[in-house]
């Protein structure tokens, strides 16, 4: 079971997605690319120099549905006459009646967002939009974790790795211990946890940092010899990169509840001072972030947390 990986551009400031072609029968790619003409010629070539066309592909795995990885799924559908697109359920981008603005939005207002930003987040929000299509419910079926993807001569097994979405995927061919990971799993940065509702109740939030944190040691299980990530070059060394991000994760907690100071902060407060001087869409992963990591702190007894109005305190112990 041969996998390729094809570089795709995006015009995201993360620079490139990978796409995975599996090059055996039914031929599957797992993530597409965004919606853009130069990342529909990129696959194009790609598939190309693999043997094989857009009309060959029988199956579209999408790790998770960001922009970046999702954006192409229903025109390949579509041009490979009904390809059969697989998402897990939690995922909600990439839906029609995807968990909407009004879950996001309070879950920014508790996380201390001044409203005239909320209003820029969105204007950003819809822009990011063009770049993917969406799906009616019917029009997907959904990953299984620990079900196996099937292969003429062999199998991928789905894993469900949530933290920086909560549908998150990642896929494993025990025969070798190789894992094609999405963004669970980049080389030289740490995945966002992106602020997501909760799935199971939208009106909490995803435990996203924490969630991830169990993810990676997951995937540690499997002793992997070679990751393959969303962005970036593959990974041979997963213990070292596993021990690095547990350690950027430590500091990180650790600054951030510096931050909180003795007064008490909201996580806007903290991203404003982790991050001074961000704009755009790393605004709103620096707000991310900080939630990620202030809830982490507060679940594991470091700090307080206290509501005031619709607002969200973290508070010293
Ligand atoms: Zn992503
Ligand atoms: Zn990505």
């Known amino acids: 079971m041969k996998i390729v990986p094809i570089s795709i551009p995006t015009p995201f400031y993360i620079g490139p997605v990978n796409v995975y072609l599996i090059a055996e029968d039914p031929i599957t790619i797992i993530d597409t690319g965004p919606k853009t003409k130069e990342a529909v010629t990129a696959l194009r070539d790609g598939l190309r120099a693999a043997g094989f066309?857009?009309?060959?592909?029988?199956?579209?795995?999408?790790?998770h549905a960001h922009?970046?990885?999702?954006?192409?799924?229903?025109?390949?559908?579509?041009?490979?006459?009904?390809?059969?697109?697989?998402?897990?359920?939690?995922?909600?981008?990439?839906r029609h009646s995807r968990l909407e603005y009004e879950e996001h939005r309070t879950l920014l207002v508790r996380a201390g967002v001044p409203d005239e930003e909320i209003v820029r987040l969105r204007r950003m929000y819809e822009g990011v939009r063009q770049y993917a299509d969406s799906f009616a419910d019917n029009e997907h079926g959904p990953l299984?974790?620990?079900a196996e993807l099937e292969f003429e001569s062999g199998s991928l097994r789905i894993v469900h790795t949530p933290g920086h979405t909560p549908g998150s995927c990642s896929f494993v061919r025990e025969a070798d211990r190789?894992?094609?990971?999405g963004d669970c799993v980049l080389k030289r940065i740490t995945p966002n946890p992106v602020l997501s509702p909760d799935p199971l109740d939208p009106k909490k939030r995803f435990p996203s940092l924490a969630e991830y944190l169990v993810s990676l040691a997951r995937l540690r299980t499997f002793a992997p010899t070679l990751v393959y990530g969303g962005h970036g070059d593959p990974v041979h060394d997963y213990d070292e990169l596993f021990n690095r991000y547990i350690r950027a994760i430590q500091e990180r907690q650790q600054s951030v509840i510096k931050l909180v100071g003795n007064d008490g902060a909201t996580a806007w407060e903290v991203a404003q001072k982790m991050f001074p001087g961000t704009d755009d869409v790393h605004r709103?992963?620096?707000?991310?972030?900080?939630?990620?990591?202030?809830?982490?702190?507060?679940?594991?007894g470091k700090l307080a947390l206290e509501s005031s109005n619709t607002r969200e305190i973290y508070k010293p112990l």
Do not use: M, P
């Open 53 to 63: 066309k857009v009309s060959d592909i029988r199956r579209i795995v999408l790790t």
């Open 67 to 94: 922009e970046d990885h999702c954006g192409l799924a229903r025109s390949l559908r579509d041009e490979a006459k009904n390809a059969q697109v697989l998402i897990h359920e939690w995922e909600t981008g990439h």
């Open 144 to 146: 299984w974790d620990n």
């Open 178 to 181: 190789t894992i094609i990971a």
């Open 284 to 300: 709103f992963l620096a707000v991310s972030e900080a939630v990620a990591h202030l809830d982490l702190a507060h679940t594991e």
